[in-house]
């Protein structure tokens, strides 16, 4: 039987019978991608893992709690044999082959009329990796194939041009806090597809020397603004690229909606009827103090976190921020943009009643190579922040979370 290839064809299991014989761990990995498919999957074993039980009491899958008997396949279009009784195996397999149902046998690929392939699925696009032959079979091969190609199709080292659905426009896209892996997958993508890119400075510059020379590649610092505010002459180029057809990739730092403009961005380029795709991002509100080892929650320790931005000091008319109440909140706060103001935010919250005492780290450069953090009290953080010449960009932790992890300063 296996002295030719498989044939490889992708059924259309919606609605249609599956008998999956033995509900273990074979079971278990096979049976999302058979309900994903809409299969009626009825699954026939006197016992099951509590995965697999839980798809039958979620209704995904009729179980018959019983083992295997002669008829069990007859109506059936396609088959799972992965029982532990080699003997109930063979007897359901020379069933299978009597009515002509195509059959999967775990324990014996060289006796299955069909073989499972490595699958993964990417941009609407299911790979699928079959091995040549049984006697040759290494699951681990085709597996790490299959791996290879989908994930070099996720993060865009792998380019197969999307000619169907690649719509010209903008994709606004957070890039994370720096480190290049922290980016999403679907940015990842999008900036792989990209003809454009108007990047900011924080977040993954590393990837933009990735990008293949034919990318255009902006940084928005520099965008010319003449008459215009800086805002206004970034939106204004994100329109004139789009409108040249190409896509543009605007890249933010973090999420593009965290003190990031991203809902002015998308505003602009719905006025301008450009059509806009947003890619959340992970936000180095969390992940920076995440990376230096610092929770921004921990159990009986700080049940809220709050985010602010410390661009303005507290007593700038600007500033939209009740320092009074931050200074009453019992948790975490995470403080933007505030290495400038930090002296005056330490104070307002000590007026308002926060212990000096309490403690500060700052995470400047999170993620990064040159990643450092400085531990300080809200006493003490306006010299340190001068003595050890902490610089933006970064975060800065106030709470007890910055004690609680075995990185914490001494
Ligand atoms: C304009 S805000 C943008 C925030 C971004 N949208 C986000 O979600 O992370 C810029 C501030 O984010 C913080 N920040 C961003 N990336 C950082 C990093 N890698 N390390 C430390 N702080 C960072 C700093 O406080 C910086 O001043």
Known sequence: ????????????????????????????????????????????????????????????????????????????????????????????????????????????????????????????????????????????????????????????????PHHRTRTPGVALVGGGPGDPDLITVRGRRLLAAADVVIADRLGPRDLLAELPPHVEVIDAAKIPYGRYMAQEAINNALIEHAKQGKSVVRLKGGDPYVFGRGMEEVQALAEAGIPCTVVPGISSSISVPSAAGIPVTHRGVAHEFTVVSGHVAPDDERSLADWPSLAKLTGTLVVLMGVDKIGKIAETLVAHGKSPETPVALVQEGTTAAQRRVDATLATVAEVVRAEEVKPPAVIVIGEVVNVGPSAAP
């Open 1 to 160: 039987m296996a002295e030719h290839p498989a044939y490889p064809v992708g059924l259309r299991l919606s609605g249609r019978r599956v008998v999956v014989l033995g509900g273990g761990q074979v079971a278990q990995r096979r049976l999302p991608a058979l309900i994903a498919a809409g299969a009626d999957i009825t699954l026939v074993s006197p016992q099951a893992t509590p995965s697999v039980e839980a798809m039958a009491d979620a209704g995904e899958i009729t179980w018959v709690r019983r083992p295997y008997q002669d008829g069990d396949l007859g109506e059936a279009w396609y088959a799972l044999i992965a029982t532990s009784d080699p003997a109930a195996n063979t007897a359901a397999s020379a069933e299978a082959e009597r009515h002509r149902v195509w059959c999967v046998r775990s324990d014996d690929a060289d006796q299955a009329t069909a073989w499972t392939p490595a699958t993964g699925h990417s941009e609407g696009v299911t790979v699928a990796v079959l091995t040549t032959d049984a006697r040759g079979r290494d699951p681990r091969h085709t597996a790490a194939i299959r791996d290879a190609v989908v994930e070099g199709l996720r993060d865009g080292t792998l380019v197969a």
